[in-house]
């Protein structure tokens, strides 16, 4: 059973437009959520996460909103750039679980020039 | 932020051998992860390693198969046990202060069982 989906495999966007790539998680327990990205033949860095107590929360070109009630969350980049060109997870965590992280399949974001 | 160093960056291992997966984190850390990533997959727990204790091992991961030690705050191992094959993979190292807090990554370890 998968918690955490990420349901478009790929999203090509313009440079300069915005990029927004979805998530959704069927377990109501989780209560914290992140975005990493990951570039090939590197570890997964961290861009941005989000309490369940909130509903979005801003940094830099990067926002992510949270909707309980549909259990979806998303990440906008604006503007996107090249250099956002990546693998994008979504992730999620509980309390009752030690705060292990449940990863989505990743979204594979190309930013065109 | 923590700066998570895993070695070897990769290697090609003879099918039944074994192979020990070093993490080494800059500073204390509460709560240490050990991830798989299949080729075009996302990233799987394998189990949270627990300092001073037995690591706690997700569903489909068992000790003997992927052995973790844990002994202190900053370090900890995976061993991939009988490797065979389908146990190519990329093995990720992760680190947390704590709850409700961003968890870190090595670069990864790029395993290939021929």
């Known amino acids: 059973d998968q918690q955490v989906k990420q349901n478009s495999p790929s999203l090509s966007v313009q440079e300069g437009r915005i990029s927004i790539l979805n998530c959704d998680y069927t377990?109501?327990?989780?209560?914290?959520f992140l975005w990493y990205k990951k570039y090939p033949a590197e570890g997964p860095t961290f861009l941005i996460s989000i309490s369940s107590i909130k509903d979005k929360n801003e940094d830099g070109r990067f926002t992510v909103f949270l909707n309980k009630s549909a259990k979806h969350l998303s990440l906008h980049i604006v503007p996107s750039q090249p250099g956002d060109s990546a693998v994008y997870f979504c992730a999620a965590s509980a309390m009752d679980s030690s705060y292990k992280l449940i990863f989505g399949s990743g979204t594979r974001l190309l930013v065109r020039p | 932020s923590a700066v998570i160093s895993q070695k070897p960056s990769r290697d090609i291992c003879q099918r039944g051998t074994s192979l020990t997966i070093q993490c080494q984190v800059d500073?204390?850390?509460?709560?240490m992860f050990w991830y798989r990533q299949q080729p075009g997959q996302s990233l799987t727990l394998i189990a949270t390693?627990?300092?001073?204790?037995?690591?706690?091992?997700e569903s489909g991961f068992v000790i003997d198969k992927f052995p973790i030690s844990r002994p202190n705050l900053t370090f900890s191992t995976l061993t991939v046990s009988n490797m065979s094959p389908e146990d190519s993979s990329i093995y990720l190292c992760s680190a947390a202060g704590g709850p409700n807090t961003e968890a870190f990554f090595g670069q990864g370890t790029r395993l290939t069982v021929v």
């Open positions: 390693a627990n300092q001073g204790s037995e690591a706690t091992y």
């Open positions: 500073s204390q850390v509460t709560m």
């Open positions: 377990n109501s327990m989780f209560d914290y």
